[in-house]
DNA sequence: AGGGACACGTGAACC
DNA sequence: TGGTTCACGTGTCCC
């Protein structure tokens, strides 16, 4: 199965003019160590002009598949940073990773944009961490719009003295989507005491309450049977 | 340079048992065609066992490293769409094509976030164009805040006519990033006789007209200065 | 010296 | 049958 013969003459005629016996054999299922002969220059006959071309060009059909490969193996590296010194198996392997991340991270991105049709949702995480321990944070809320949504919201938030530093109002048909980016940053660059889980938890609870207050009041959640159609800009609603 | 022989033994066994004279081998640079002779038992001295355990740990490095690579490309292969049947270079250029196009619209997403801090900024493009002619654009205007920045903005959107989709409101500091997704849909689901590039630049001349109202009051274009801190929610300026 | 990484030419298999 | 792909063992360089 793994068994071949191959090999370019050139190369042995070098060892063999310096006289250095290096190429040997090895038959890997046996053990044994053989040398190769000199050339034998025997007439193979008439298909010998023939199997000269097959080879030749297979050879180089070879290389050619090669250089296609490793042309864009080095693509790779100059896409991938950092890629400069890395073998092959490293590269691939970066690349695997890199390829993950990015889909990862554009289908995170994509979840972001999307504003859900049928349920509410709460979203809070963590978008960055720095090393100096500041943090940075975001929450979203996408639910059926009612008249005191907006104001509900500014309540919780002002209570809860968030660092804000974006907020966002995305209006699709009926539905609200409000998204906020804070930090634990407080007043004089410090960072805020509470443990980064405890912040998010105590806001994710108020988000809750909010949505829990459409809940208890049907004559909101039976609002997007209206199907009104409100928007920042064609509704005075919002505002 | 690309002289070399090389060549398991057990495969020319069995050639030459079968009386099967294919192990030739080819000179490329004479373009000479040599038939490797048979095994030769001659001794090579006291280092025929150190050879013998040279070559096989060689090839069996060389046999790891290859499953290292291809694993990896395997690895590729699962995680890139369609590429099931794909040979190896054709693989590694899809490979290629989606870490661009994934690389591309990463960043393209990022800058959409993105709000600019020192300059205006306004955006109209298209982010989706269907086989049934609907099309689907974004618009955002970037600009620090000023008071009637909104009613302005509701003005030029209703008198343009557009089928919004999603409207969207961001603060940043001081600045405000508005941005709009809308369809060349009209009432009835017909799809607007105007060419998509008609609309969208007359949406880049009304966002203009917005940003140069701006610029022909000073009084708001020094309105940075004052630094002042708005939110949707800190603040009841944007409502 | 000895192990890793790469390019090479070959045999086999497939179409 | 030519053409193409892959795995293989080897030669060679480098550390």
Redesign the pocket.
């Known amino acids: 199965m793994?068994?071949?013969?191959?090999?370019?003459l050139g190369?042995f005629c070098?060892?063999e003019a310096k006289g250095v016996p290096?190429?040997?054999?090895?038959d890997?299922e046996k053990g044994e160590l053989v040398k190769a002969s000199g050339r034998v220059e025997k007439k193979v006959g008439k298909s010998e002009g023939k199997t000269i071309a097959?080879?030749?060009?297979?050879?180089?059909?070879?290389?050619r598949?090669?250089?296609r490969?490793?042309a864009h193996l080095t693509t790779l590296r100059n896409l991938v940073p950092s890629s400069n010194k890395m073998?092959?198996?490293?590269l691939l392997a970066e690349v695997v990773c890199q390829v993950k991340q990015l889909k990862e991270s554009a289908s995170h991105v994509s979840e972001s944009f999307f504003i859900p049709l049928d349920s509410d949702d709460i979203r809070v995480e963590t978008i960055a961490e720095n090393a100096d321990g500041t943090c940075c944070y975001r929450a979203s809320i996408c639910c059926e719009y009612r008249p005191d949504l907006l104001s509900d919201l500014r309540q919780v938030i002002n209570s809860l003295h968030l660092n804000l530093v974006k907020s966002e109002i995305s209006t699709l048909g009926s539905r609200v989507k409000n998204e906020f980016v804070f930090t634990n940053m407080i007043e004089g660059g410090h960072v805020n005491i509470e443990h980064g889980e405890i912040l998010l938890s105590s806001v994710r609870q108020a988000f809750s309450s909010v949505l829990d207050k459409v809940s208890a009041f049907p004559e909101y959640s039976t609002y997007p049977n209206k199907r009104q159609r409100i928007s920042c800009f064609d509704s005075s609603s919002l505002f």
């Open positions: 793994n068994c071949q013969i191959s090999g370019n190369e070098e060892n290096q190429s040997l054999v090895l890997s097959a080879l030749k060009s297979h050879s180089e059909a070879e290389r598949r090669r250089q490969i490793n073998d092959k198996a490293a």
